[in-house]
């Protein structure tokens, strides 16, 4: 771990390595931290010549997960072409408030980005400056209340609050089935603005903590129940497909009735 972030692999031609929630992956802001940044400090702490590092894709700033950057702009060019192209494969998964008719299914929709607030949202096709969004999901496991851990205060939390969503017939509420969320595993298809915040926000799921598409909804997810788990691409130089993956550091993972259980 070499300060807010932890590297996983390293060559001369890429880096693979955790970003933590709250961090940017690439800041205009004066002053602010950023993945370039940090990653730049490293190699340069190792006293490394080379500390270029290029963004070949991206994670909203709160999501925690794995993420790949390039050393030269080659190198860059490559990995940003198997990301454009999806031939760079990035699994993630998300706790979504409620539960899916089906065990596993496709979302289609149309995003519109609105660079004022930072957000997207599911418009017509047809809308001018839409783009097609899809996304295949899996859904691993069904958590119920009474699962949880009784002595969990931020799950107490949370009831509370679904509660009092329930009560007052707020949107949160309503999606929230008796609270019940699901623990699913998602793979992009498109790259979008948000996408998987917004689609499945407004498929009825909003992601656990998303204070953006979600409001109301109980905080200390990572900060947000979203994670990118596993990236696999093929190494620019050698050729050679390479697979990495994570585990969720924040609180997707839960002690339940008395055992340790990944939820």
């Known amino acids: 771990m ?7 692999y390293e060559d001369k031609e890429v880096v693979v390595c955790r970003k933590m929630p709250g961090f940017p992956v690439h800041t205009p802001r004066l002053g602010q931290q950023d993945m370039v ?8 702490t190792k006293g490394e010549e080379n500390t270029q590092i290029f963004v070949v894709h991206r994670l909203d700033q ?22 454009r192209e999806r ?6 998964l998300a706790l979504v408030e409620g539960t899916f008719a089906e065990e ?16 997207s949202s599911v ?32 799950i107490q939390v949370a009831s509370k609050i679904d509660n009092k969503s329930q009560e007052t017939g707020s949107l949160a509420g309503s999606q929230r089935q008796g609270g019940e969320r699901s ?16 689609q499945m926000a407004y498929a009825g799921h909003p992601i656990v903590g998303d204070r953006k598409y979600n409001p109301g909804s109980v905080q200390g997810f990572m900060p947000v129940g979203l994670c990118a788990v596993k990236i696999a691409f093929v190494h620019p130089v050698t050729g050679r ?11 997707l993972f839960r002690v339940m009735d008395g055992h340790a259980e990944r939820i």
């Open 241 to 251: 497909r390479m697979e990495f993956s994570v585990e969720p550091q924040g609180k």
């Open 2 to 8: 070499y300060k807010n972030v932890e590297i996983i």
């Open 62 to 83: 709160p999501v925690e997960g794995i993420m790949v950057f390039a050393r030269n702009k080659q190198t860059a060019a490559n990995l940003s072409r198997q990301s």
């Open 87 to 92: 031939s760079m494969d990035k699994c993630y």
């Open 123 to 154: 418009v017509e096709q047809g809308t001018p400056g839409a783009k097609y969004a899809m996304l295949r999901y899996q859904v691993e496991k069904v958590i119920k209340p009474e699962e949880v851990n009784s002595r969990d205060e931020t």
């Open 183 to 198: 623990l699913v595993r998602v793979w992009l298809e498109t790259g979008r603005h948000h996408q998987i915040r917004v």
């Open 104 to 119: 596993s299914g496709v979302l289609e929709d149309y995003l519109w980005q609105d660079k004022e607030t930072n957000t």
């Open 37 to 44: 940044s940090l990653l730049r400090n490293y190699f340069a």
